[in-house]
Every structure is written in C-alpha cells, then in structure tokens.
C-alpha cells in the first residue's frame, strides 16, 4: 500500500514518463517480498452494508447517547449512594454493602475504606452481561466511502492542510535565502523556487517510501544514487530534496518564540490540532478501545525527547494513543511534553490523560483496555460515572488494593497459575501467579464472573490491544 500511494503522491508533481514507470514497475517485481498488505484489498464506504448492530451514536457530537442497562439504576440493589458535587464521586454505605451482600470478606484497602468481597452480587453479573452483549454486537464504521486508501489518505491530510506547510516552507526559505546572499556560499544555494502542495505531497511520498522500505537510516545521496531504486530520482533531484529537507517549516518561525514560552510543541501545534480533528471525520468506531504509549525513535535534539530502555529506539517522542481496538484506527493523540512553562505540579496525571482522550467518547458505552500505567481505582470509578468500563493491568502499591492480593509473599503460597477473585462496588480484582511466582493484578469493571482459560490458566479476559 505504502509503494501505491508513495507512486500516487509522486505523480501530482509532474507525470512521470512511460520509461521510468517501466523502470519502476520492474523493480517492484524484482524486489516484491511478503508484507502485512498482500492478499484482498479491503472495501470502504458503499460496498459496506450496514446491520442494525452497525449503527453508532458517534456521528454527532449532540446526538443522545444509547442507553446502556449496566448503568441504570447504578447501584439502587448493591449500596445506598451519595453522589458529592464537588469531587464527583460515589460514596458507598459499608453497612449497606454488608447488609445486602452476605458473601464472604476478603478485606479492605490499604486505606481502610474501600471493601472487597469473594463473589459479586446477582444485580451486578446481570449488568455486566447485557453491557458485553451490547459491546459484542458494535462494529467500526468508515462513514465516507473511498475508492482506494489513497483517497482516505488526502481525506486525512487535506489539500489545505499541505498548503499551509507550502507556505511557510516558502517564508522560512526566502528569509534565509535572502539573508545568504552577500555571503561565499555556492550558487545553487542561493537560489530557491516556491514549492506547493503537489511538491509536498511528493516530498512525503519519498519519505512513507523509505519508510516500507526499511531505509529512513540510508544517507540521502545512496537513496537517489543510480544504482538505486529509480523511484526517488523520478520524484526529484537530490538537490530539490535536500532543500525542502532544509527548509520546510509548519508554523510562522518569527511568533515562535512567544508561542514556545507557553506551549512546547508550538513549532507543529497548529498542524497537529488540524490533523487530530480529520481523524475522527471519516470513522465511527467500536464500542472497543485501547489507551497506549508510542515512542517515535529519534536522537535529535528536543526537549520533551525520552529514553525509555524497554523500547526498540530507547530515545524518541512519545505518543499517548486512543485507538479503535478492532481495526487500530487512531481516534485521539497527546504528544507526551513533561510540564509546561509556568505549569504548576499536578496529581492524577494518567487518570486525566485518559480522561481528556476519550471525552469525545465518554457517555456512550464503551470500554478502554489499558496497561497499569493508566489503570487506577480512582479512574475505574470515575469512568463508570461516565457510562464508560475499564480493563487493564493495574500496580499494586495503589491504596485501594487488599493486601491478601498485593503481597508477594501471598502470591509464593498460591499454585503457579492460579487465579484468585475478589469484587468491590462494580469492579473486578484479578490476582494471577505467573510460572515465575510474579503477582499480576487485572482490575476490572466491564466482568464480573470468575472463568478461566482452561489452556492457559488465565483469567478468561478479553484485552484488546494495538
């Protein structure tokens, strides 16, 4: 797909002549190797019939979100509620919750007051199974039909969104160019000719190109070489590469710096805020998403880059994703950056990230499978306010947790694996020992019965992931 679109781009800067599609078709044939593209092309917009399951309350923003049976009458069989407006959260009657359970005590957090039981109450494994019933049934919905991927592509990256790069590519070289004029630099460098979108978007075919072809590390002068693939010298000169390289730009540099005394990703905050928002036009998604981190590999100078060993890169930018986890679709991105200029210190960080991804998508049923880094008690609650479940990995220092389930040393006295249950209000505790006696915790509001995989030994837990 990338080859189809990077030769489609290409040919909106000039047409390429019938030899050099020769050239460049013998080498695809060549060169062709396996890849995740190959086999059936998948069909977009009108060769999709839509069910009645098919249809999502994601179009409009106002439009009135289904009602979900999990969440009505929240807690009126489970725990007399007081809802507090000022921190917008639910507080239970132990007394209540005790009256009305009778299960077995299991025990209490570390801050003694949130109380966990063996077995959930009937009113909440009803709840639970009517809201995966209708989980089960959504399905993501392109809501545009496309001829090929291509054309999704420019729906993404719009004609005016490339021309505002144009434009201030053209303003960053012309000031430099003209600045360099009296000094003993070489001629050819101080001549520029006004790009524009064509030339953009041939310029980012070169760049998903080298991308599928594993060679975004080759030096410039190798790809365009002649004993190289013919696709690059087609496109443009070495020279024309370099220069758009140089001085390509996505914002007015001269407010620059009064912009970076607020907002650290302000050299590309306008094209990033313009790229998020087309994202979400053409897609209805599923009832299913994901939260997770991105590293984008780089060691260039930056200054929100991170180093995280455990990624390929170690150094990069990291990305916080929200994506539709049965077609990967992203639908929400936050360009990790630290703490802003003059941004006072905050608690609760990851609870408010996954707040501020999914708000679009709050009230409307959905379920958010995350990893621990995401997952806390406090968010399990607040989302559930939200008509929103959560399943994710969760740490075990967090407060709220029993101690019979975070102790390692509870953990050594159980049977390799070997999962052991526990429920408090609407949410689910998992506490599964790995081969190598490791306590892994599974906190949970969208289950509420304790099957396990009979081959793996594992909690019987959907997770999806990107």
């Not at 077995?119 to 019933?133: D, G, I, N, W, Y």
């Not at 959560?390 to 947790?401: A, C, D, F, S, Y």
């Not at 389930?405 to 998992?430: I, P």
């Amino acid at each position: 797909m990338s080859e189809e679109l990077a030769v489609y781009l290409a040919n909106l800067r000039r047409e390429l002549t019938e030899e050099e599609e020769e050239n460049i078709a013998s080498y695809f044939n060549a060169h062709e190797s396996d890849n995740d593209d190959a086999g059936k092309e998948p069909t977009y917009g009108d060769d999709h019939e839509p069910t009645p399951s098919d249809q999502s309350d994601f179009g409009e923003d106002n439009a009135e979100p289904i009602p979900d049976p999990r969440f009505e009458e929240y807690v009126h069989e489970e725990a007399a509620v007081d809802i507090d407006p000022d921190e917008s959260r639910l507080h239970f009657s132990t007394s209540v919750i005790e009256a009305n359970r009778g299960e077995k005590y299991c025990g209490q957090g570390t801050n003694d007051k949130t109380i966990w039981w063996s077995m959930p109450s009937q009113t909440e494994k009803r709840r639970t199974e009517q809201a995966l019933e209708m989980r089960r049934q959504s399905t993501s919905i392109c809501t545009e039909s496309f001829k090929s991927k291509i054309y999704a592509f420019i729906r993404v990256f719009p004609v005016s969104l490339v021309e505002g790069i144009a434009l201030e590519t053209n303003r960053k070289a012309k000031r430099v160019i003209q600045a360099n004029m009296r000094q003993t630099v070489p001629k050819k460098l101080r001549y520029w000719q006004d790009t524009n979108a064509d030339e953009i978007y041939a310029f980012i075919a070169i760049i998903l190109y080298c991308g599928a072809e594993k060679a975004n590390l080759v030096h410039a002068k190798d790809l365009f070489h002649k004993m190289n693939m013919p696709f690059y010298r087609a496109v443009m000169s070495l020279h024309r590469f370099e220069q758009l390289c140089r001085f390509l730009r996505f914002d007015d540099s001269r407010t620059r710096a009064e912009r970076l005394r607020h907002d650290k990703l302000a050299p590309i905050r306008h094209v990033w805020t313009l790229f998020l928002a087309n994202l979400t036009i053409p897609f209805i998604p599923s009832k299913e998403l994901t939260v997770d981190e991105q590293l984008l590999s780089t060691r260039n100078r930056c200054s929100f880059r991170q180093y995280i060993p455990s990624k390929p890169g170690n150094y990069g930018i990291k990305i916080f994703w929200l994506v539709d986890a049965t077609s990967n679709y992203p639908l929400a991105g936050e360009v990790y950056l630290g703490a802003q200029p003059n941004e006072q210190r905050s608690t609760g960080i990851a609870r408010n990230l996954v707040m501020r991804l999914s708000d679009r998508y709050l009230d409307k049923g959905v379920n958010i499978t995350m990893d621990n880094f995401f997952t806390s008690y406090d968010l399990a609650e607040e989302s559930l306010i939200r008509n929103t479940t959560i399943v994710g990995t969760i740490r075990g220092n967090k407060p709220q947790l029993p101690k019979l389930f975070t102790s390692s040393e509870e953990a050594k006295k159980r049977g390799v694996f070997e999962s052991v249950f526990c429920f408090s209000k609407s949410m689910q505790l998992v506490s599964f020992t790995t081969h190598s006696k490791k306590n892994v915790l599974l906190l949970s509001t969208a289950h509420s019965s304790e099957d396990v995989n009979p081959v793996t030994k594992k909690p019987q837990r959907k997770l999806l992931w990107t």
